[in-house]
């Protein structure tokens, strides 16, 4: 335990979120402070960064944004490492019992979230304003499409549109926002997944809502009421003088003022080159929220979900209650603590609750809820979900014997990452700059070294050229790795459908795990079937 609280105490003055370290590596437990701070010190911790740059201290590095993701280093004492899944062997569940059937290309990883169904239990996103969503869009809406899965765009992607066309507070037309809902679009097939467009305060303001379902004929408008990493609404970086004038006087909350004469003076001499663009987040009351959701239904709207992040625990219910009031389709949660923006880290660090205990409370709101006969919407977790046990283990923990509450997992910096590592990639196998030891393992082009080629090429024969390099790289990681390797889990489980996990298929490893969750520790599971076996 002291290892844990040692290391959670001297990350305070060293964090690789913001660049900053420390001189020596024996760091005070209680401040994370050098023990003897000298004068002659030339190494930028977060007290002499905070000296330098203040408010910039708070933020992933600067310099890095709408290059980077960023998320919390903090060990929270429980996650999903804290549990092992349970082999099978005597029977096979969802499937015919023969070795020949049951077999893990077999397994039926599908599932439907809010009515939609979709290839793989993945929602990607939310990927709003942020330049690294604008960025790397085409990639990560083709790849979602390609995957069979949905995709999110997230908040105040019209705002920061300066094309954006804006009459009498209203949008009417959005170059950006129409932009990503057509990359989807192209490689849709029109039955998994689907692109939902998330609204916060802001965006609600200029009627993005209506613009999205009349012009856009989007199907899925989700509300927003902030997520895992931060709880006081969007932020981004502006490195134009112009365009933060433009936001502010669209209503958005610009720091520091674009139009005072010496912040101006100051932005040109440089002693500062991003200002931050901060949105509202909204007070939300159960009868408005629910005559909005009936409201968006008048206007079409096909589903309506939810988004919301690691609020306490009443904060948890009173949203459970108001989406089951409302019977929202589907109901997202996010845990502590990652972000693709600009995300405080002291935020994302020390405030929210983590995804474990979150879940708990969140089954526990919709095992009342069902006792009760009431509504409760499909729900989705949310919070650093990057490969397959994780999902497998949010899934299973969930089904308190009928059905998952949780029917999918949304992931969004994992997405991210595996399309920004194929542009990197691909860039430097242009410039011939390939690091020679994946050269040699993996081949010098994209067609040889991404390993879903064939099969893509194959199956969309002509148009293969059409599909962007990134969207490959994200449909390699998340169909080929993680789509097979839950596969490969849920035989190993003896279950080959998705709705058959339970929490039985869950052991605890640590006394906190089985405390939180009820699951029990792997010395008692199945305890008595041991004994009434063999006598």
């Known amino acids: 335990m002291s290892e844990r609280v040692h290391k959670n105490s001297s990350y305070l003055n060293g964090k690789s979120t913001v660049g900053t370290t420390t001189r020596v590596k024996d760091t005070s437990t209680v401040?994370?402070?050098?023990?003897?701070?000298?004068?002659?010190c030339p190494v930028l911790c977060e007290i002499s960064l905070s000296?330098?740059?203040?408010?910039?201290?708070?933020?992933?590095?600067?310099?890095?944004?709408?290059?980077?993701?960023a998320a919390a280093l903090k060990d929270y004492g429980l996650d999903w490492s804290h549990f092992n899944i349970q082999a099978g062997l005597f029977e096979a569940k969802g499937i015919q019992e023969n070795s020949e059937s049951a077999i893990f290309p077999n397994v039926n990883v599908e599932t439907k979230v809010g009515g939609i169904p979709l290839k793989l239990p993945i929602l990607t996103g939310a990927f709003g304003s942020t330049d690294v969503a604008r960025i790397q869009w085409e990639g990560l809406a083709t790849g979602a499409a390609l995957s069979g899965v949905s995709i999110t765009v997230g908040e105040n992607v019209v705002g920061m549109d300066v094309d954006a066309k804006i009459e009498n507070g209203k949008v009417t037309y959005s170059k950006e926002l129409k932009r990503r809902v057509d990359a989807f679009r192209k490689f849709w097939d029109g039955k998994y997944g689907d692109i939902i467009i998330q609204t916060n305060v802001e965006d609600q303001k200029l009627g993005i809502d209506v613009y999205a379902l009349s012009k856009l004929e989007v199907n899925?408008?989700?509300?927003?009421?902030?997520?895992?990493?931060?709880?006081?609404?969007?932020?981004?970086?502006?490195?134009?003088?112009?365009?933060?004038?433009?936001l502010k006087k669209r209503g958005y909350i610009v720091i520091p003022d674009p139009e005072d004469p010496t912040?101006?003076?100051?932005?040109k001499e440089g002693v500062f080159n991003t200002f931050e663009r901060h949105s509202r987040?909204?007070?939300?009351?159960?009868?408005?929220?629910?005559?909005?959701?009936?409201?968006?239904?008048?206007?079409?709207?096909?589903?309506v979900f939810l988004k919301t992040g690691a609020y306490r625990p009443s904060a948890v219910a009173y949203t459970m209650k108001f989406a089951s009031e409302a019977k929202i389709d589907a109901l997202s949660f996010d845990g502590a603590g990652g972000g693709t923006g600009m995300s405080p880290v002291p935020m994302m660090d020390e405030m929210s609750i983590p995804t474990v205990y979150l879940e708990a409370i969140?089954?526990?709101?919709?095992?009342?809820?069902?006792k009760k006969g009431r509504h409760v919407p499909d729900l989705v977790m949310a919070g650093g979900f990057i490969e397959e046990t994780s999902i497998f283990k949010t899934i299973a923990i969930s089904n308190f014997g009928k059905e998952p509450f949780v029917k999918a997992v949304l992931m969004g910096r994992s997405p991210i990452t595996a399309v920004m590592k194929a542009s990197y990639f691909k860039k430097l196998a242009q410039e011939a700059k390939l690091p020679k030891t994946f050269a040699d393992r993996y081949g010098t082009t994209p067609d040889k070294f991404f390993i879903a080629t064939p099969e893509l090429k194959a199956k969309y024969g002509k148009r293969f050229s059409?599909?962007?390099?990134?969207?490959?790289g994200l449909y390699t990681y998340l169909t080929d790795r993680v789509g097979v390797g839950l596969k490969q889990l849920m035989a190993g489980a003896r279950k080959w459908k998705l709705e058959l996990l339970d929490r039985n298929d869950l052991m605890s490893l640590s006394e906190r795990a089985a405390r939180v969750t009820g699951i029990p520790m792997a010395d008692e599971v199945e305890k008595d079937a041991v004994e009434k076996i063999l006598e």
């Open 220 to 246: 899925v408008i989700e509300r927003k009421w902030g997520q895992g990493a931060k709880a006081i609404g969007g932020e981004v970086r502006i490195r134009n003088l112009e365009k933060a004038i433009l």
């Open 362 to 370: 969140v089954l526990k709101c919709a095992q009342i809820l069902k």
């Open 466 to 472: 059409e599909i962007p390099v990134e969207a490959i």
């Open 31 to 40: 401040s994370g402070m050098c023990p003897i701070c000298i004068h002659d």
């Open 51 to 69: 000296a330098f740059r203040g408010r910039e201290a708070l933020y992933p590095e600067p310099a890095q944004f709408g290059t980077s993701t």
């Open 281 to 303: 987040v909204g007070i939300p009351k159960e009868k408005p929220f629910i005559e909005d959701i009936e409201w968006l239904r008048k206007q079409g709207a096909k589903r």
């Open 263 to 267: 912040v101006q003076q100051a932005f």
